[in-house]
């Protein structure tokens, strides 16, 4: 037997209570965000926040169902953004809280409108601090820079290390040797580090030391250092000790505020795909399920990532059925995995993908007119709420102007 449904972290929110009977009544494909575990997360960072002293936002860029964030705003410090539209997002949805924005590179025609929303400003480069420092300072905004440490703590993901070589994400020592001028330097509130993708403290201990070595010397002159995200926090074995141990430190020999701004800590196994079999197709090699949820469109990180998804089924059988799972589009490559069940699938089958709040309602697409899922929220109480519904207008209206 496979673990049952109450050991497995990714379904322990629902208590070992049959998908079926929670989810059968709704419409698939859904998405359903467990309001619970978005709660006990939270719980976990403002632990971490109060023993520390650090401040923890939630990245937009993983998690964004706005929904949430009365409930997410109870305990984390604020938002994080990748632009314009997501530092609104987090003013308007979050607004007593801090909005923080850190973007490859800003426009000009968007920079006025962004110092309405955020709070603190990052840069990638100096050149972008020259470019919209002052403006910004004047503002009364809190300015930062993005380093690269230049120092990989991962293997195997070369698409999420902005450590990799020929990164363009975050200033090297060499470049700052060359660009970061006096005058820029003293423009500089906070320094902005983040190298992580879903990693445990001993690499962010690795990467601080690297971090240290470089640019140690200017961080005695700054008001904050944002360890940026990365961080799986919320997993059950990751090392908490370790990271308190990590920014207290930090927090004391620099005399910095510490941030940091995890996306998928704060959703982790806050959500869920639901899904239905369509048909069952069989070639000489094996059986595959066709549902009616797609990899490409409603979980693209399992392609691009790629992963295979955690399935409740499998989680809670004995793996006699060896299915293949894929989604509807003409995509070949639009497969889920290959899952061992303790049941022959069927047509009209309910099955429910876990770990399905991040970077999934956020990142979706309408690849093949495929429909978008709707949303749907679990309160604590049990109850269902419809966060969101779409259809073919959502689709269309992508594509050109109603006439
Ligand atoms: C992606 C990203 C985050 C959040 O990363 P998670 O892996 O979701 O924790 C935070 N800050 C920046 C700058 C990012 O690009």
Not at 198 to 223: H, N, S, Y
Request: aromatic share 8%; glycine share 8%; charged share 25%.
């Amino acid at each position: 037997m496979k673990g049952q449904s109450s050991e497995s972290p990714v379904f322990r929110a629902l208590g070992g209570r049959d998908p079926s009977k929670l989810f059968g009544d709704l419409p698939t494909p859904c998405y359903v965000i467990d309001e619970g575990q978005i709660r006990r997360n939270c719980e976990k960072l403002a632990s971490v926040m109060a023993r520390t002293g650090c401040k923890i936002l939630l990245a937009q860029k993983a998690f964004s169902n706005y929904a949430l964030y009365p409930l997410i705003s109870e305990y984390l410090t604020g938002t994080e953004a990748s632009g314009l539209f997501e530092a609104r997002l987090g003013r308007e949805e979050m607004p007593d809280r801090e909005v923080h924005v850190f973007s490859a590179a800003y426009r000009e025609d968007e920079f006025t409108e962004i110092l309405r929303y955020a709070d603190h400003i990052v840069f990638n480069s100096p050149a972008q601090l020259k470019k919209f420092g002052e403006r910004a300072k004047k503002c009364g905004k809190s300015l930062g820079i993005r380093i690269n440490p230049q120092c990989s703590t991962q293997e195997g993901h070369a698409i999420y290390d902005p450590c990799a070589s020929g990164s363009r994400l975050g200033t090297t020592r060499s470049v700052w040797e060359q660009e970061m001028t006096e005058d820029l330097l003293s423009l500089l509130d906070g320094i902005h580090f983040h190298t992580l993708c879903e990693q445990d403290a001993d690499a962010l201990a690795i990467t601080i030391k690297a971090v240290e070595e470089k640019f140690g010397e200017f961080l005695p002159r700054m008001k904050w250092l944002n360890m940026g995200g990365g961080h799986h926090i919320t997993r059950d074995d990751y090392d908490l000790p370790l990271l308190e141990k990590i920014l207290v430190k930090a927090a004391q020999k620099w005399g910095v505020q510490v941030y940091l701004e995890p996306g998928e800590a704060v959703a982790l196994n806050a959500g869920y795909l639901c899904t239905r079999v369509l048909d069952i197709v069989k070639n000489e090699e094996k059986q595959i399920a066709i549902l009616d949820a797609s990899a490409a469109c409603h979980m693209p990180d399992v392609i691009e990532m790629p992963y295979t998804p955690p399935l409740y089924e499998e989680q809670n059988g004995d793996g006699e059925f060896v299915c293949t799972l894929a989604g509807p589009t003409c995509l070949s490559g639009d497969v889920i995995g290959t899952y061992e069940l303790c049941r022959p699938l069927k047509e009209g089958d309910l099955l429910l993908f876990g770990d399905m709040a991040i970077y999934t309602t956020c990142k979706n697409n309408t690849f093949n007119g495929m429909p978008l899922p709707d949303i749907w929220k679990r309160e604590e109480s049990g109850k269902m709420v419809r966060l969101a519904a779409f259809g073919y207008d959502d689709f269309k209206h992508r594509l050109g102007c109603k006439r």
